[in-house]
């Protein structure tokens, strides 16, 4: 008796899409390209990998790192300066190229990535090791217009909504408005309070409460201060008059008042609903230095953000050259996990097949082969059966797989024709010039409800 394969076992937070779901995310890919060029957004693709000391600068922790060596490798060569590991996100991959690349960029340099990942995480419910990112950056020299923070949100509101996906809220804040005021407050080291503010959706206020007295020694008032600042969201500038009287001055607050509401009274009068000014939004990254973004998926709500971002001044810096920047990062598998564990996305086929062109004979699979070329020549995807059977058997095949039309070669002078195996229409048909509706060319993605 041979040796049996034990049963192979996944391994969690890589995710494996079936065909169909791949076809998808290709699809939504597509969508988010065409979006982002739209807007005037250039490609980019990074190195997978990059030098230890640089993945570090973000202010990750080192457990979040895949490190690169060989497996033969030499005692000690793992740990070298120039150990190399594996990307946790596209940001800073993005200011090296940019430091690297100054001299033939055209600033401000707008790009678009969208790339694997991989970060050492636990992994959970929408939560991987492994996983697709959708980032949109804009850099310049030495100085970035604060326009810019207002255009971010459009652009993803733009590339979200051609997708057919819940839609998506954006949730938006400024840390010169949130450092400025717990400056204003006596609190001498914000990013102690900011850290702990960005857990109130995780952990809740009583916890958050004992965590600012823990590591940012806050008294009393300054605790209910900031957790008063945190409970304040609007869809329009009246966020602007709900701080004030929270009775705290500081220029850094007053700066950041007036960019945030620049921020939402664009997004009001661009694209109504897609944006709120959100005092609780911190994003933990130290490296952030405006306007910060977090959006979710409406319905979706308790799985967290999807994308998210912001305005950073001093990643990209060498020297006495400054590469300020803001970008946004779009989780492409997040949001694939969720939609495809809730059964919200189907696909009109399972195959890419528009057209099965059906083998009387195996005699006739050259004929049959020209058939599928002329179509194939006018972007129609084709498949020749794999071998000859009756019609009604190869029909079969074709309706299992979705495939909605089935080509009859013509035998005997008789001439083609082809059949809509879904109405049960057939017609003559020349293959130089016949051509399905534009919606069975190639499979659709469409929202569905339900679960899977």
Same mark, same amino acid.
Request: proline share 7%; net charge negative; glycine share 10%.
């Given at each position: 008796m ?7 076992t ?5 995710p494996?899409?079936? !065909?169909?779901?791949r ?6 890919v ?8 739209r807007?005037?957004?250039? !490609? ?7 030098p ?12 979040e790192?895949?490190?690169?060596? &060989?497996l033969?490798?030499e005692p000690g060569?793992?740990?070298?300066d120039?150990a ?18 100054a001299?033939?960029?055209?600033? !401000?340099f707008?790009?678009?990535?969208i790339?694997?990942v ?22 310049? &020299?030495?100085?970035l217009p604060a326009?810019?923070e207002a255009?971010l949100?459009l652009?993803l ?7 057919p996906i ?14 400025g ?19 109130l ?5 009583q ?7 823990e ?6 008032a300054?605790?209910?201060?900031c957790l ?7 869809g ?5 008059p709900?701080v ?8 850094l607050?007053?700066e ?9 009274a664009t ?5 109504p609903g ?14 952030y230095?405006?306007t ?6 409406r319905?979706f709500?308790?799985?967290g ?7 950073y001044?001093?990643l ?14 779009i989780?492409?598998?997040r949001?694939?996990?969720?939609l ?5 996305l ?6 890419p ?19 599928a ?15 000859p ?7 079969k095949?074709?309706a299992?797989?979705g495939?909605?039309f089935?080509?009859?070669p ?20 020349d293959?130089?010039?016949w ?5 069975d ?12």
């Amino acid at each position: 008796m041979g040796a049996t394969m034990a049963r192979l076992t996944p391994i969690s937070g890589f995710p494996e899409w079936l !065909p169909w779901q791949r076809m998808i995310e290709q699809r939504l890919v597509d969508r988010l390209r065409a979006a982002f060029e739209r807007h005037g957004f250039s !490609p980019l693709e990074t190195r997978a990998v990059e030098p230890l000391d640089q993945l570090l600068r973000k202010g990750e922790t080192s457990k979040e790192v895949y490190v690169l060596r &060989r497996l033969q490798a030499e005692p000690g060569e793992e740990i070298a300066d120039d150990a190399l590991g594996l990307h946790f996100d596209l940001t800073v991959p993005f200011a090296r190229f940019v430091l690297e690349n100054a001299g033939r960029l055209q600033f !401000p340099f707008r790009r678009y990535q969208i790339q694997k990942v991989w970060r050492g995480e636990r992994p959970a419910a929408g939560r991987y090791r492994e996983f697709c990112q959708a980032d949109i950056d804009i850099v310049d &020299r030495e100085t970035l217009p604060a326009h810019y923070e207002a255009e971010l949100p459009l652009v993803l509101g733009d590339a979200l909504g051609s997708l057919p996906i819940p839609p998506v809220g954006i949730r938006a804040n400024n840390r010169k408005l949130c450092e400025g005021f717990y400056l204003g407050l006596g609190l001498d080291d914000p990013a102690v309070v900011l850290q702990a503010v960005d857990k109130l959706d995780k952990i809740g206020p009583q916890r958050v409460a004992e965590l600012l007295a823990e590591t940012a020694q806050a008294g009393e008032a300054q605790i209910k201060a900031c957790l008063a600042l945190a409970g304040i969201s609007t869809g329009d500038d009246s966020f602007v008059p709900a701080v004030r009287q929270l009775g705290v001055e500081h220029p850094l607050l007053d700066e950041g008042l007036a960019e945030l509401a620049a921020v939402v009274a664009t997004a009001r009068e661009h694209a109504p609903g897609l944006l709120v000014a959100d005092m609780k939004i911190a994003r933990g990254l130290d490296y952030y230095t405006g306007t910060v973004y977090e959006a979710q998926l409406r319905g979706f709500e308790s799985a967290g953000a999807v994308c998210a971002g912001g305005r950073y001044d001093n990643l990209a810096t060498s020297g006495t050259d400054r590469y300020p920047g803001i970008g946004l990062s779009i989780g492409v598998t997040r949001i694939l996990g969720l939609l495809f564990g809730a059964g919200a996305l189907a696909l009109s086929r399972q195959v890419p097949t528009c057209v099965f062109v059906a083998l009387p004979a195996e005699s006739d699979r050259p004929a049959a082969n020209r058939i599928a070329a002329a179509l194939r020549r006018r972007d129609i995807p084709t498949e020749v059966s794999a071998s000859p059977a009756k019609y009604g058997k190869q029909i079969k095949v074709a309706a299992r797989r979705g495939i909605p039309f089935v080509w009859f070669p013509g035998v005997d002078g008789a001439p083609d024709e082809v059949k809509d195996i879904r109405s049960g229409e057939q017609l003559v048909a020349d293959p130089e010039c016949w051509g399905p509706p534009d919606d069975d060319r190639y499979p659709v993605v469409t929202a569905t409800t339900g679960e899977s």
